[in-house]
Each structure stands twice: as structure tokens, then as C-alpha cells.
């Protein structure tokens, strides 16, 4: 069964910081790249970092440049996303999800239920 469980949002102050996790099913690990999907209401949904099974490494939205990062431990077949300097415009549902570290948001494969990060002026 492929699951992705998202935890770690909240409500947090316009510079503060969260770290979001995905636990991974163990299939759906190995067999895919995982990326950090978000959508704000009213706004088309944005990928906004991925890391790739095959080589470790990272894309991620120039919106998120520096502030963000995304780290895995595999033994845990965990995927974080460390969100810092937060920025109003962050708030969001944040999404892990299966599928291709470069493709666009509706070819990613699985979907967690979401995680709501609010972040206040």
C-alpha cells in the first residue's frame, strides 16, 4: 500500500521557522522521487522542492531560495522540509508526494492528506 503521511505544520510568526515530515511507504520510497508540493487558496499549486532517489539530489522553487531545505534519512525513509524565515505568502497546504524530481505537479504519482502552515504578519 503506497502512503505518504505529512506531519510538523502549524501557525507560526512571519520569520520564524517549522520542519515538516513525510514518512514514506517502503516501495514508494525506493521507487520514486519525493517532493514537497503546496497550494494557497486561490493559487495554483507549486512544487516546491524535491530530492531524487537516484542521486540524492535537490531541485526547489526560487520562491523558497535559501530558505528552505530538504534533507532525507533513509533508514527512517523520512523526507523533511526545514522552512525558515518564514514568509506570510508560505501559507499553505503543504503536500509530500510521489513521482519525478522536474515534473509538474499533476504527473506527481501519490499524495499525503496535507499539512496546513500558517503564517502570521
Known amino acids: 500500500e503506497v502512503q505518504l503521511v505529512e506531519t510538523g505544520g502549524g501557525l507560526v510568526q512571519a520569520g520564524g521557522s517549522l520542519r515538516l515530515s513525510c514518512v514514506v511507504s517502503?516501495?514508494?520510497?525506493?521507487?520514486?522521487?519525493i517532493g514537497w508540493l503546496r497550494q494557497a487558496p486561490g493559487k495554483e499549486r507549486e512544487v516546491v522542492f524535491c530530492?531524487?532517489?537516484?542521486?540524492?539530489?535537490?531541485d526547489y522553487s526560487e520562491s523558497v531560495k535559501g530558505r528552505f531545505t530538504m534533507s532525507s534519512d533513509d533508514a527512517k525513509r523520512t523526507v523533511y522540509l526545514q522552512m525558515n524565515s518564514l514568509k506570510p505568502e508560505d501559507t499553505a497546504v503543504y503536500y509530500c508526494?510521489?513521482?519525478?524530481?522536474?515534473?509538474?505537479?499533476?504527473?506527481?504519482?501519490?499524495w499525503g492528506q496535507g499539512t496546513q502552515v500558517t503564517v502570521s504578519s
Open positions: 508526494a510521489a513521482g519525478l524530481c522536474g515534473s509538474p505537479d499533476y504527473e506527481y504519482d501519490y
Open positions: 517502503e516501495g514508494t520510497f525506493v521507487e520514486y522521487d
Open positions: 530530492i531524487s532517489r537516484s542521486d540524492g539530489s535537490t
